[in-house]
């Protein structure tokens, strides 16, 4: 017998699972970055992102009120709601990377260089091997996401200390913007991970 707080929760794992999609196309279109017009779409992403966290949130709230969920199921609802925000923020980070280009006037065809295009490819990997481990609340992926997140952190660390010492014009803050933006996207896939194994074994 199909219980009502499981059909509930399935219309959640719908959000999430259209959050999770919208996420990944906000990185994806960053490859194929068209001064304006792509800061513009990704703002529409992002603030369709916010109002499905919304939407979410909401749900978890009556599901709180309606079923007192005990156990595995309290941690899935309040898990859910940590994650529809990391997926907002993933979006923002997207349209933040766009709207700091398109303020300068830049592409990402004019200056962007081998580290940021590396990242980027690493990021989007990590934002897809996320959304596997989530939809199949996969341990061993999301200990995987925990290890990349500090290989990202590294690269950031990295570019960092040598754009002290490089002087490249826009262009050089451009690119140490992106890899900052970057470096927050990996952290909240890493946040994500830590509320699936949350959820698969009762802590962090």
């Given at each position: 017998m199909v219980r009502l707080i499981d059909l509930a929760f399935q219309k959640l794992e719908l959000i999430l699972n259209e959050m999770s999609e919208e996420a990944l196309k906000s990185l994806d279109m960053l490859a194929y970055?068209?001064?304006?017009?792509?800061?513009?779409?990704?703002?529409?992403?992002?603030?369709?992102?916010?109002?499905?966290?919304?939407?979410?949130?909401?749900?978890?709230?009556?599901?709180?009120?309606?079923?007192?969920?005990?156990?595995?199921?309290?941690?899935?609802?309040?898990?859910a709601m940590e994650i529809s925000y990391d997926l907002y923020r993933i979006s923002r980070y997207s349209y933040d990377i766009a709207l700091a280009l398109d303020e300068a006037n830049l592409s990402l065809d004019e200056c962007i260089d081998a580290d940021v295009q590396n990242n980027i490819e690493k990021v989007k990997s990590m934002l897809n091997l996320t959304i596997k481990a989530m939809l199949e609340r996969n341990k061993d992926l999301?200990?995987?996401?925990?290890?990349?997140?500090?290989?990202?952190?590294?690269?950031?660390?990295?570019?960092?200390?040598?754009?002290?010492?490089?002087?490249?014009?826009?262009?050089?803050?451009?690119?140490?913007?992106?890899?900052?933006?970057?470096?927050?996207?990996?952290?909240?896939?890493?946040?994500?991970?830590?509320?699936?194994?949350?959820?698969?074994?009762?802590?962090?």
């Amino acid at each position: 017998m199909v219980r009502l707080i499981d059909l509930a929760f399935q219309k959640l794992e719908l959000i999430l699972n259209e959050m999770s999609e919208e996420a990944l196309k906000s990185l994806d279109m960053l490859a194929y970055f068209k001064k304006h017009h792509t800061a513009k779409e990704l703002k529409e992403i992002s603030d369709k992102l916010r109002k499905l966290k919304e939407e979410a949130g909401e749900l978890i709230l009556e599901i709180l009120v309606r079923y007192q969920p005990m156990a595995t199921d309290l941690r899935f609802a309040k898990s859910a709601m940590e994650i529809s925000y990391d997926l907002y923020r993933i979006s923002r980070y997207s349209y933040d990377i766009a709207l700091a280009l398109d303020e300068a006037n830049l592409s990402l065809d004019e200056c962007i260089d081998a580290d940021v295009q590396n990242n980027i490819e690493k990021v989007k990997s990590m934002l897809n091997l996320t959304i596997k481990a989530m939809l199949e609340r996969n341990k061993d992926l999301a200990i995987e996401i925990k290890n990349m997140d500090q290989v990202i952190d590294k690269a950031y660390k990295e570019y960092f200390y040598k754009a002290l010492v490089y002087k490249g014009g826009k262009c050089s803050i451009a690119n140490l913007l992106i890899m900052r933006y970057l470096e927050r996207i990996a952290d909240h896939c890493a946040y994500i991970a830590d509320e699936i194994l949350f959820v698969i074994k009762g802590s962090k």
